[in-house]
């Protein structure tokens, strides 16, 4: 039986994000996000989203940015709706349980979800403010 290891290293997290963006610049949904609206350089994004994750994941505090400022600016560009932010947490679910198991893993997911319905809470008020 083959047996995942749980989340542990910063490499780790790297693996996990480099597959999920991967996923994520494919998928119908929220793939048009990435590719088209925002311009990332990806190598950049990556490490900052990997420095975001061992903060929150591995108690390593390299992150220094405003998650939410940033996506408050991508929410002026594109409406950010519910089904996108569902998308996004199928997508990290998928990529987590591919390649990982154990408590980290399952705490990644419990944030992600977290992450997901402040996010939608707060870009939906946001919405409401522009367009009322």
């Known amino acids: 039986m083959d047996t995942?290891?749980?989340i542990e290293t910063r490499e780790?997290?790297?693996?996990?994000?480099?597959?999920f963006y991967g996923d994520v610049k494919k998928?119908?949904?929220?793939?048009?996000i990435f590719n088209d609206v925002v311009n990332l350089n990806?190598?950049?994004?990556?490490?900052?989203?990997?420095?975001f994750w061992e903060t929150i994941l591995?108690?390593?505090p390299v992150y220094k940015k405003n998650a939410m400022e940033v996506h408050y600016d991508l929410n002026k560009k594109i409406p950010l709706q519910q089904k996108h932010f569902s998308q996004w947490l199928i997508l990290f679910?998928?990529?987590?349980?591919?390649?990982?198991?154990?408590?980290?893993?399952?705490?990644?997911?419990?944030?992600a979800k977290?992450?997901?319905a402040v996010m939608e809470l707060k870009?939906?008020?946001?919405?409401n403010n522009i367009l009322g």
Do not use: C, P
């Not at 780790?12 to 597959?19: K, Y």
């Open 12 to 19: 780790d997290i790297t693996r996990l994000i480099i597959q």
């Open 93 to 111: 679910y998928a990529s987590v349980d591919s390649l990982y198991a154990g408590k980290i893993a399952n705490l990644a997911k419990t944030r």
């Open 4 to 6: 995942k290891k749980d």
């Open 27 to 32: 998928d119908d949904i929220i793939g048009f």
């Open 123 to 127: 870009m939906s008020g946001a919405n």
């Open 42 to 51: 990806w190598e950049v994004h990556i490490d900052v989203i990997v420095d």
């Open 58 to 60: 591995l108690d390593n």
């Open 114 to 116: 977290s992450i997901a």
